[in-house]
């Protein structure tokens, strides 16, 4: 199937709707958060933050330790795009990034393969952190449908991985593999063959506090088709 979509996010909406084109994490799917969009901005909304993140690649988490897999909430904003999409999907994004911080994980994400439902949030994800010291990474991830079960791909860590205000990111997925970019440059990639069917779409981190406002998209598009 062959199917595109383009948006500035001109329309300010609690939760991002556009018509009825989007699906958003509270809203439909209950155990998560809804985007925001504002002022020609799409961030996350202020999520409940009841058990703080922790990840090895975030550097609060030691990998040695017995109890290095994820621990928090995970209840990021997120949205995906309703409808029927091409397997094959291509999104690219412009990075919105305001004051920087190492205090919190801002980061920016492209749902890719992507399903919301109450109680249940499936699909791919691939993210850049807005910080480019060493704290910046880029990872992929699976998130296989309850809240907080999802599975690393893959990660890298530098500042190399992070992005600032009006980087373009990209994510493609194309069969079983998954690729991320900055400005047109790869710098990740993984292979995964759980999720065949899918939305596109985008998502925020849950950890950061009230800078939600700080960080987002300004642009997003997506070409989709079938092999």
């Avoid at 949030?121 to 449908?145: D, H, K, M, P, S």
């Avoid at 990639?189 to 759980?194: G, L």
């Avoid at 849950?206 to 300004?218: L, P, Q």
Wanted: hydrophobic residues 35%; glycine residues 12%.
């Amino acid at each position: 199937m062959e199917r595109s979509y383009r948006t500035s996010f001109e329309l300010d909406e609690v939760p991002l709707s556009e018509g009825g084109l989007w699906l958003n994490g509270r809203k439909d799917g209950i155990d998560w958060a809804d985007v925001v969009t504002r002022n020609g901005v799409a961030y996350g909304e202020v999520t409940r933050m009841g058990v703080a993140e922790r990840r090895v690649e975030q550097g609060n988490l030691d990998p040695s330790s017995e109890g290095s897999l994820p621990e928090g909430d995970y209840d990021d904003p997120t949205a995906v795009l309703a409808g029927e999409w091409g397997r094959n999907q291509h999104v690219k994004a412009a990075v919105f990034s305001k004051h920087p911080t190492d205090k919190y994980f801002q980061e920016v994400e492209i749902r890719l393969r992507s399903a919301i439902a109450p109680h249940l949030c499936t699909g791919y994800e691939v993210f850049w952190r807005c910080l480019q010291t060493e704290g910046g990474y880029a990872e992929i991830v699976r998130w296989n449908g309850k809240i907080g079960d999802f599975t690393s791909l893959t990660k890298l860590i530098g500042p190399e991985y992070g992005v600032k205000d009006g980087d373009v990111v990209e994510a493609t997925i194309h069969g079983n593999v998954l690729t991320g970019f900055i400005n047109g440059k790869e710098v990740i990639s993984a292979t995964d063959d759980v999720f065949e069917s899918g939305s596109p779409g985008i998502g925020f981190n849950f950890f950061v506090g009230n800078t939600n406002v700080d960080h987002g998209f300004t642009y997003f598009e997506v070409d989709t088709d079938d092999d």
